[in-house]
């Protein structure tokens, strides 16, 4: 059984930084694609960043210089570190597993950015 698991979110205030981590099981995670979507209250989701294996990474240019995700192959897990945070980064985060062939989603997990 697939699982990924979201963690780290939380409530912060304006420029404050949050690391957010995605732990995956029953995926040979090594070969898989790994992104993080975020979706804000109202809206669609949307791609923030992703990493391939190897470890090229990719961002929407809005996040870039701000996010940075990464991952270790070893522990199974990626990671966005998120800085200076506005409350336009409120939204709900999540992680995917993709390969050429099957596309995982994990529950998500909440961030939001308030004084």
Known sequence: QVQLVESGGGLVQPGGSLRLSCTAS???FSVYTMGWYRQPPG???????????GGSTDYVDSMKGRFTISRDDALNTV????????PEDTAIYYCRAGSYDSDYWGQGTQVTVSS
């Open 43 to 53: 809206k669609q989701r949307e791609l923030v960043a992703s990493i391939i294996s």
């Open 79 to 86: 990671y966005l570190q998120m800085n200076n945070l506005t």
């Open 26 to 28: 029953g995926i040979r």
